[in-house]
T-cell receptor, first 116, second 110 residues
Framework: GAVVSQHPSWVICKSGTSVKIECRSL??????MFWYRQFPKQSLMLMAT?????????EQGVEKDKFLINHASLTLSTLTVTSAHPEDSSFYIC????????????FGPGTRLTVL | RKEVEQDPGPFNVPEGATVAFNCTYS??????FFWYRQDCRKEPKLLMS???SGNEDGRFTAQLNRASQYISLLIRDSKLSDSATYLC???????????FGKGTRLSVIA
């Protein structure tokens, strides 16, 4: 079936650095991808909708200048956490919806970010 | 009112038990409905879609009641491997984002 990959799967960085997370749809072209964040024992929170060739749509309360999203091709979206701080430590998950399927959404395996 | 509401649990059941999860959604225009399963520290994975006519996949049965805006998931003959968080998910239309419930935790105990 369709597969979505994420890279890296985990990252530890110092406070103040920027971290880029890649999300790729391997079996299909995705005009829309989604970025989520999940804190321990909490539900997935949608951060933004990534649209190929146009600006991302951010959810209320998500700083667009801090979480930069680029969807340069139909198979790749990137999320850059700029000037990361310890409170940004979380599990970041992307997803892509196969437009040829029955709206099934496939999730990447997630990226665990720890900011020291 | 939250868009998708679920009982957070946890549900602790013995192996072999039958357990049911319920979910309600507030947007009457919602078009597609799913149950996802999420294991600890992993991404959500689609368990099954939910159709108005109801659907069954092995030990799992999903039901949708559009009039009551209610979705259910029934798990029969619970296995230890069924332990996970079950997420009720709704889509309004097209490319709109999934709307997740907070999930219901299930622990199946030997």
């Amino acid at each position: 079936g369709a597969v979505v990959s994420q890279h890296p799967s985990w990252v530890i960085c110092k406070s103040g650095t920027s971290v880029k997370i890649e999300c790729r749809s391997l079996d299909f072209q995705a005009t829309t991808m989604f970025w989520y964040r999940q804190f321990p024992k909490q539900s997935l929170m949608l951060m933004a909708t990534s649209n190929e060739g146009s600006k991302a749509t951010y959810e209320q309360g998500v700083e667009k200048d801090k979480f930069l999203i680029n969807h340069a091709s139909l198979t790749l979206s990137t999320l850059t956490v700029t000037s990361a701080h310890p409170e940004d430590s979380s599990f970041y998950i992307c997803s892509a919806r196969d437009p040829t399927g029955f709206e099934e959404e496939f999730f990447g395996p997630g990226t665990r970010l720890t900011v020291l | 009112r939250k868009e998708v509401e679920q009982d957070p649990g946890p549900f602790n059941v013995p192996e072999g038990a039958t357990v049911a999860f319920n979910c309600t959604y507030s947007n009457s225009a919602s078009q597609s409905f799913f149950w996802y399963r999420q294991d600890c520290r992993k991404e959500p994975k689609l368990l099954m879609s939910v159709y108005s006519s109801g659907n069954e996949d092995g030990r799992f049965t999903a039901q949708l009641n559009r009039a009551s805006q209610y979705i259910s998931l029934l798990i029969r003959d619970s296995k230890l491997s069924d332990s996970a968080t079950y997420l009720c998910v709704v889509i309004s239309s097209g490319n709109t984002p999934l709307v997740f419930g907070k999930g219901t935790r299930l622990s199946v105990i030997a």
